[in-house]
């Protein structure tokens, strides 16, 4: 069993162990890989840098990416217990706590706020309901950023007999979490079902309703079986060997290198240094798409083949000029640049000015889609980029992105 929490707070959460429930058994194998908090001094405050509406952005980013950050206004809060509330059949959950508390990590000592937990149970790698749920707290960043709400998320991977899933569940009512579970076998999706009912815990099946409703459209039943189930031998296709032979690629053509080679390209992304061309092109090469990234410089010229290939698959990328500069003299200080080098890279007139640049280079070329980052997961960006591939490539009337199984 693989188990991975992850936190969506202001500050971070720590989960502490209180003596709670009657139950007569010890949950040794959960309880353990919960932390225990330790005292340590309060970090002092640190003062806001940029305008008030970067910090905003760079805090909701930082929330739903899982990082740690200190929130100012909520140092002096301690620890209280909540009162406890009971399991149906006399079982008793643990109490659930409010407030902060301090944990030391090494030489650092980070402030941690407790909060509501939500257990991700799965039957193979998790990555379907840990994504689900990471996209569905993506609703509340308004709650995270400014009210202050902290949930933490823990992931339990490979649970695919009852008596671990059971430990789980009886943890989650100890902690007063909530469980969303994606467990392929009707019979471990129908105990988690009973057993949080049973306990009394709020649980969501994310896989069961729509495989029944698959099952219903396609007149067939389900196999029932986890994709690592014995049994279910998946050969490499020919998917697998293209999504390869797609990251080979694009490795070799980033930062504009082998231009010759853009013609060969699926989809070219075109913009000034910082705007995401790297990993974004690295996340769509892992979909299987050959990518190329081209850097547009001011007093650098742009390589010909960019303007010989087919217009229909380049693609423009801009940005927020505050943002970029952040980014950028984070990124000067990290490599080390000289005084004069963050200047020419970082100051906000070069950086407006590059971005003119870049400008007239697109409308010069008004047939590539110009994508404005500011804000937005590499994620997005690549959903954007591959609906409108989709669309030109088949021509749709409607906005879709096709695939065939």
Known sequence: MVIR???????????????????PKQLSPICQCLPEPHPGPQPQPRKPKGSPQLNRWSRARAIRSGRKLDRLGQRTLSAEPSPTTHLQDGAAKAAVFSGTASESVGNDDVEVAAGKSIYMVSDGTGWTVEHSVTAALGQFDYCLVDRGCPVNTHLF???????????????????????????????????????????????????????????????????GLPRGAPGRNFPLSDDYFKRIEAIEFTIKQDDGALPQNLRKADIVLAGVSRTGKTPLSIYLAQKGYKVANVPIVMGVELPRTLFEVDPEKVFGL???????????RARAKTLGFSEEVRSNYSE???????????????????????????????????????????????????????KRY
Not at 158 to 184: F, H, S
Not at 318 to 328: A, E, H, S, Y
Request: a negative charge; hydrophobic letters at 40%.
């Open 5 to 23: 929490s992850s936190t969506f707070s202001l500050p971070n959460l720590t989960l502490t162990s209180h003596p709670s429930s009657p139950e």
């Open 157 to 223: 991977s490979g649970i695919d007999d009852v008596e671990r899933l059971m430990e789980i569940v009886k943890q989650a009512a100890k902690e007063g979490a909530m469980v969303v579970y994606t467990l392929a076998d009707p019979s471990m999706a129908a105990s988690a079902k009973q057993a949080c009912k049973l306990w009394g815990i709020p649980s969501t099946d994310m896989l069961g309703p729509i495989t029944d409703s698959i099952a219903s459209h396609l007149g067939v039943s389900p196999s």
């Open 318 to 328: 801009t940005i927020n000029p505050v943002v970029l500069q952040t980014i950028r």
């Open 348 to 402: 906000m007139d070069y950086v407006r000015e590059e971005l003119e640049f870049a400008r007239t280079v697109f409308s010069q070329n008004p047939v590539w889609p110009v994508i404005e980052v500011t804000g937005k997961a590499i994620e997005e960006t690549a959903a954007v980029v591959l609906r409108l591939y989709h669309d030109r490539r088949n021509r749709c009337l409607m906005p879709r992105i096709s």
